[in-house]
Every structure is written in structure tokens, then in C-alpha cells.
């Protein structure tokens, strides 16, 4: 059973940088996409970034592009972002997606459980 693990999430003043951690585990064969989403209060849930495993291409979404940056460790399964001049609209719960496949299941995506970020003006 895959399992998706967040990290680093907590409490920050605006202006400063945060980092989150995503890692997978339990019959990943490949992660073939690795995202980030975010819900904000009272909004819908928003893809935040995205990293593919082949080409290493990148996306970010226009509100968040030139102030995060997403990275991914191929060989360890995990992949981060990296969230900078954190502003207080950047509070919310951020959650790490992966296209993941197993032998199992083939490839289907998968959440973690989430992670708080706010930021403090």
C-alpha cells in the first residue's frame, strides 16, 4: 500500500522561506508525476506545482510562479517545495500527489495526508 508521508509545514512570519518534504513508500515501482496542491481558506483545492521523473519538467501555477520552487529525489522518492517570500495568502494545507505506479494497482494517484502552513504578517 503506498503511503505518502509530508514534512516541514508550521508556522512562519511573511517574508520568509519554507520548505515541505514529500516522500513515498510501501510497492512504488515509479512515480511518474510529483505535485504539490494546496486548499487556501475558502477556497477549492489548487494544483500549487508539478515535476515529472522523465525530463524533470516543471510547472508552477501563476499565482505561486517565481517564489516556489519544486525538486524531487528520484532515487530516495521524495520530492519538495520550496515556498519563498511566504505571504500570509499562502496559508493553508499543502498536500504532495504522486502518479505513482505498482505492480498492483498500475499507475493512479495518491495523496498525503497534508500538511499547515501559515504565515504570519
Known amino acids: 500500500q503506498v503511503e505518502l508521508v509530508e514534512s516541514g509545514g508550521g508556522l512562519a512570519q511573511a517574508g520568509e522561506s519554507l520548505e515541505l518534504s514529500c516522500t513515498a513508500s510501501?510497492?512504488?515501482?515509479?512515480?511518474?508525476?510529483m505535485s504539490w496542491y494546496r486548499q487556501t481558506p475558502g477556497k477549492q483545492r489548487e494544483l500549487v506545482a508539478t515535476?515529472?521523473?522523465?525530463?524533470?519538467?516543471?510547472n508552477y501555477a501563476d499565482s505561486v510562479k517565481g517564489r516556489v520552487d519544486i525538486s524531487s529525489d528520484i532515487d530516495n522518492r521524495a520530492w519538495y517545495l520550496q515556498i519563498h517570500s511566504l505571504k500570509p495568502e499562502d496559508t493553508g494545507v499543502y498536500y504532495c500527489?504522486?502518479?505513482?505506479?505498482?505492480?498492483?494497482?498500475?499507475?493512479?494517484?495518491?495523496w498525503g495526508q497534508g500538511t499547515q502552513v501559515t504565515v504570519s504578517s
Open positions: 500527489n504522486g502518479n505513482i505506479y505498482t505492480w498492483s494497482e498500475g499507475s493512479r494517484d495518491y
Open positions: 510501501g510497492g512504488v515501482v515509479a512515480i511518474n508525476i
Open positions: 515535476v515529472t521523473r522523465v525530463g524533470g519538467r516543471k
